[in-house]
């Protein structure tokens, strides 16, 4: 968790990605999920704003944005990138998502209810996901939608192979986060909860051209082991001698639920 909160590695994570993407990954999800201008919007797990910018651009003056995350730091900088304009319809809460109920009501940020609530690649955090779930389903107006973001199936599994391939075993968390989270817990939950389910997908090829740029991201991610890094960069650099590039494909579901059941 403490590598996965750290700003650093989170901005050079999708830094990493956003360079060497072939689909930007903002503009996928909001050529999906519609956002009203004036709707009130609860993000969690914002990180450092790489969604939620979008959904400032899309919200008006009548609308806002409630960004929580459990990373101070994280905030800090999602404020800094926000312009005075935009930061009028923002506001920040530092909170974990177990304590997202109290957290809310002490910021002053619940009000009547949220239009949407929404997460990307960062729900499978919580300790209890299915609970956190539930809590948002209680945040939500009448009408209102959740949108949850994150991998699914094989992804990763260029980069898996070649750090199993170097002696490390990826934890289980980090495994069930990336390839069986969404299908194994979002999916269920939402079909016993929403009349309607809309599931996007994609494969997203990273393409890094230096051995140099595949290191720099796995130092950055929740399973790098500095001890075998020298076995690691072994193998990337065996690569390169065969090949001009490496690919790494981010396998991506988005489900978006509404109509709530009664």
Same mark, same amino acid.
């Given at each position: 968790?403490?590598?996965?909160?750290?700003?650093?590695?989170?901005?050079?994570?999708?830094?990493?990605?956003?360079?060497? &993407? &072939?689909?930007?990954?903002?503009?996928?999800?909001?050529?999906?999920?519609?956002?009203?201008?004036?709707?009130?919007?609860?993000?969690?797990?914002?990180?450092?704003?790489?969604?939620?910018?979008?959904?400032?651009?899309?919200?008006?003056?009548?609308?806002?944005?409630?960004?929580?995350?459990?990373?101070?730091?994280?905030?800090?900088?999602?404020?800094?990138?926000?312009?005075?304009?935009?930061?009028?319809?923002?506001?920040?809460?530092?909170?974990?998502?177990?304590?997202?109920?109290?957290?809310?009501?002490?910021?002053?940020?619940?009000?009547?209810?949220?239009?949407?609530?929404?997460?990307?690649?960062?729900?499978?955090?919580?300790?209890?996901?299915?609970?956190?779930?539930?809590?948002?389903?209680?945040?939500?107006?009448?009408?209102?939608?959740?949108?949850?973001?994150?991998?699914?199936?094989?992804?990763?599994?260029?980069?898996?192979?070649?750090?199993?391939?170097?002696?490390?075993?990826?934890?289980?968390?980090?495994?069930?986060?990336?390839?069986?989270?969404?299908?194994?817990?979002?999916?269920?939950?939402?079909?016993?909860?929403?009349?309607?389910?809309?599931?996007?997908?994609?494969?997203?090829?990273?393409?890094?051209?230096?051995?140099?740029?595949?290191?720099?991201?796995? &130092?950055?991610?929740?399973?790098?082991?500095?001890?075998?890094?020298?076995?690691?960069?072994?193998?990337?650099?065996?690569?390169?001698?065969?090949?001009?590039?490496?690919?790494?494909?981010?396998?991506?579901?988005?489900?978006?639920?509404?109509?709530?059941?009664?």
């Amino acid at each position: 968790m403490s590598r996965a909160t750290q700003v650093e590695l989170l901005e050079q994570r999708i830094a990493a990605n956003a360079a060497a &993407q &072939q689909i930007d990954l903002a503009t996928w999800i909001f050529e999906r999920v519609h956002v009203e201008p004036a709707a009130r919007v609860l993000e969690l797990c914002c990180g450092t704003g790489g969604q939620t910018l979008s959904l400032l651009d899309r919200v008006s003056d009548a609308g806002h944005v409630v960004a929580l995350d459990i990373s101070k730091a994280a905030l800090d900088t999602l404020t800094a990138k926000v312009g005075p304009i935009a930061s009028k319809r923002l506001t920040c809460v530092e909170s974990s998502l177990e304590s997202l109920h109290s957290a809310l009501h002490r910021s002053g940020a619940q009000h009547d209810g949220f239009d949407l609530i929404f997460c990307a690649y960062g729900l499978y955090y919580s300790s209890d996901a299915e609970r956190t779930l539930q809590q948002c389903r209680q945040l939500l107006k009448l009408n209102g939608r959740i949108v949850v973001v994150g991998p699914f199936g094989p992804n990763n599994k260029h980069l898996f192979d070649l750090v199993r391939a170097s002696g490390i075993a990826i934890a289980a968390p980090v495994v069930l986060s990336s390839e069986s989270f969404m299908s194994q817990t979002v999916l269920p939950w939402g079909t016993r909860n929403f009349e309607s389910l809309a599931v996007h997908t994609m494969v997203n090829p990273v393409c890094w051209t230096t051995p140099e740029r595949v290191l720099n991201y796995w &130092q950055s991610t929740t399973f790098y082991e500095a001890e075998r890094r020298e076995d690691f960069e072994r193998l990337v650099r065996a690569h390169f001698a065969e090949h001009s590039t490496f690919v790494n494909e981010k396998w991506v579901m988005l489900v978006e639920m509404s109509h709530g059941r009664v």
